[in-house]
């Protein structure tokens, strides 16, 4: 999956696209002063926006929120676009 694409499921999250832009390289282990001079903000910035990402995530820590970011980037969708909703569920009845 391409960045845009990991930025389009965090933002599915209730994420703005900076959040997740900031979540995302919290995900590769980067610092606020590292994000910061990435993104041409201030690494206090970075701070502000790590603080709506764990509220909105339900987290703590940059560990937990990078560990709910690696969830819904490697979610995969439960059914496929190729079938039914209806069919799938009519084969899965006993």
């Not at 997740?20 to 201030?42: F, K, M, P, R, T």
């Not at 502000?48 to 560990?67: D, I, P, Q, S």
């Not at 980037?73 to 439960?78: F, V, W």
């Amino acid at each position: 999956m391409n960045k845009a694409a990991a930025v389009s499921r965090f933002e599915k999250l209730g994420l703005t696209r900076r959040e997740a832009d900031v979540l995302l390289w919290i995900v590769q282990g980067q610092s606020n002063a590292e994000i910061g001079a990435s993104l041409c903000i201030s690494p206090r910035t970075v701070k502000k926006h790590l603080e709506h990402v764990f509220r909105k995530l339900g987290v703590k820590t940059r560990l937990a929120a990078a560990a709910r970011a690696s969830q819904v980037y490697s979610a995969r969708p439960r059914f496929s676009s190729n079938f039914r909703q209806d069919e799938i569920m009519r084969d899965q009845l006993p």
